[in-house]
């Protein structure tokens, strides 16, 4: 069936440092796929998405290229902040799945000032 | 602010108790979900609504019950639960409900079964 793996967390960081958080998956036909974030104490938000190989997705600072070769989608940034801080959440969505997002376990990053 | 608001925030319930989750979205949307999130499992989709009609339901015990009366609105009521119905229960909606759609989630409601 279809599935995310993101890496095990928890990741910890001094600010400024880069940040990659790895996510494989496995899906039948051409998944969208999509990276959340949830604060502290919040639900969800949506972070950057994906809907077709090779696209890249950017926010805030943060990217993922959406690797259909390697069913990868990781997230990088290049410098992370104190604020960013929080747990992410790497997502997929199938044709037909009816909004069904299969997520990963999700990866809690703590950066350090 | 993400135009889904979830009322309670959280909610402190027996296991003989009748309560209700209630989510409102401004956003318009026509798909509607309720998502929970529990510390030993990953996100587990648990109903959609489209255009008010129920177009999935994963194997969700029957004490849980969902209502949507209108495509702003999704109830979950809640009846019998058990301790390990203990989670975060997340409301959500998508412009409608198929592949590529971007999901916006409410800040849940926190659910502790006692």
């Known amino acids: 069936g279809d599935s995310v793996t993101q890496m095990e967390g928890p990741v910890t960081l001094s600010e400024e440092a880069f940040l990659t958080i790895n996510c494989t998956y496995t899906?039948?036909?051409?998944?969208?796929l999509f990276w959340y974030v949830q604060y502290p104490g919040e639900g969800l938000q949506l972070l950057l998405k994906?809907?077709?190989?090779?696209d890249k997705g950017s926010n805030k600072g943060f990217e993922a290229t959406y690797r259909k070769e390697t069913t990868s989608f990781h997230l990088e940034k290049g410098s992370v902040q104190v604020s960013d801080s929080a747990v992410y959440f790497c997502?997929?969505?199938?044709?037909?799945?009816?909004?069904?997002?299969?997520f990963g376990k999700g990866t809690k990053l703590s950066v350090k000032p | 602010e993400t135009g889904v608001t979830q009322t309670p925030r959280h909610l402190v319930m027996g296991m003989t108790n009748k309560k209700s989750l209630k989510c409102e979205q401004h956003?318009?949307?026509?798909?509607m979900y309720w998502y929970k999130q529990s510390a030993k499992k990953p996100l587990e989709l648990m109903f959609v609504?489209?255009?008010?009609?129920?177009?999935e339901n994963n194997s969700v015990p029957s004490r849980f019950s969902p209502e949507c009366p209108n495509s702003s609105h999704l109830f979950l009521h809640l009846h019998t639960l058990q301790p390990e119905d203990s989670a975060l229960y997340l409301c959500?909606?998508?412009?409608?409900?198929?592949?590529?759609?971007?999901?916006?989630f409410g800040e849940g409601s926190w659910l502790t079964v006692v």
């Open positions: 609504y489209s255009l008010e009609e129920r177009v």
């Open positions: 994906a809907t077709k190989a090779d």
């Open positions: 959500a909606s998508s412009q409608d409900s198929g592949n590529g759609n971007t999901i916006y």
């Open positions: 956003l318009g949307h026509n798909a």
């Open positions: 899906a039948t036909g051409y998944p969208s």
């Open positions: 997502a997929l969505s199938v044709r037909g799945s009816q909004g069904n997002l299969i």
